[in-house]
């Protein structure tokens, strides 16, 4: 199967606010808007929003907004974005910058909608990690 596309879709109560934020705080662009769906494009990168409750959303899974999700944003500067998002904007973390062993320096906030987004720089890991990449 030849994949052209791939990309998550985040079920929420609230598309607008939900968009404006991606859109806002990390400088995606729509490329489709509806009162129910938005398609967002940053460079190759696409995210889009979708009414929990529309109706292409099989009956049985209608109403579930999103939950249980952790959505990885790979920067080249986490120190800047951490200072843009949270010291000079209005974000407050839900786990505070820090350097991991596994190699990474990341924060996490949390979206409108309860998505966790965790903002990061890979870093080198210390010696007990770096065997452990491929």
């Not at 607008?16 to 494009?41: C, K, M, P």
């Not at 210390?126 to 990449?133: D, P």
Request: hydrophobic fraction near 35%; proline fraction near 4%.
């Amino acid at each position: 199967m030849p994949l052209k596309s791939s990309y998550p879709v985040l079920m929420t109560r609230d598309v607008a606010i939900v968009a404006d934020f991606y859109r806002t705080r990390f400088g995606f662009e729509t490329t489709f808007e509806a009162d129910w769906y938005v398609s967002l494009r940053r460079d190759t990168w696409e995210l889009a929003v979708l009414n929990c409750d529309h109706e292409t959303i099989p009956a049985g899974h209608r109403g579930r907004a999103a939950t249980g999700i952790l959505l990885n944003l790979e920067v080249d500067d986490v120190d800047a974005e951490y200072q843009r998002l949270v010291v000079d904007g209005s974000l407050t973390p839900t786990l505070d910058i820090r350097t991991e062993d596994f190699g990474q320096r990341h924060f996490i906030i949390e979206g409108p909608d309860g998505v966790l987004i965790d903002v990061i720089t890979n870093t080198e890991p210390t010696s007990e990690y770096a065997t452990s990449y491929q």
